[in-house]
């Protein structure tokens, strides 16, 4: 693999976690490999893996982009990632008010619902 791919994985695993990052790792099958390689070199090894602006600012700027675009599948995970990246729920509430102002009260709205219930999972103890 490229040093892009290998900073990737580096600020995936750094911002995701090593359990999430390795069930991902093994449910990579031969057809969605080359979209997996494509993911981790451009979006974590080129924008996760700049120093342009901090973790906390990026996790904020990724989850009010995912909450403004409607791709709602993504901000459980983006959620429990700021555990990693220092946005506090402060921050993650006012990226959604800005969704809300910018792009639309509803998706701010279902953006919020699901944050308050991964947060309240993120809450729970665990089995582990």
């Keep these: ?28 099958s031969e057809f969605d490999a080359p979209f997996q390689e494509l993911i981790t070199e451009s979006a974590w090894g080129t924008v996760w893996a700049s120093d342009g602006i901090t973790p906390r600012e990026r996790s904020m700027l990724t989850l009010a982009l995912l909450a403004a675009t409607g791709n709602f599948s993504e901000i ?43 947060y309240k999972e993120m809450e729970e103890p665990s089995d582990d």
């Design 76 to 118: 459980p995970m983006h959620i429990r990632a700021t555990a990693r990246t220092g946005a506090s729920k402060r921050d993650v509430q006012e990226a959604f008010q800005h969704v809300a102002i910018y792009a639309g009260v509803p998706r701010a709205n279902h953006a919020l619902k699901l944050a308050k219930e991964t």
């Design 1 to 28: 693999m490229s040093e892009r791919y290998d900073n990737g994985m580096r600020a995936r695993r750094a911002i995701l976690g090593d359990a999430h990052v390795d069930r991902a790792e093994a449910d990579k």
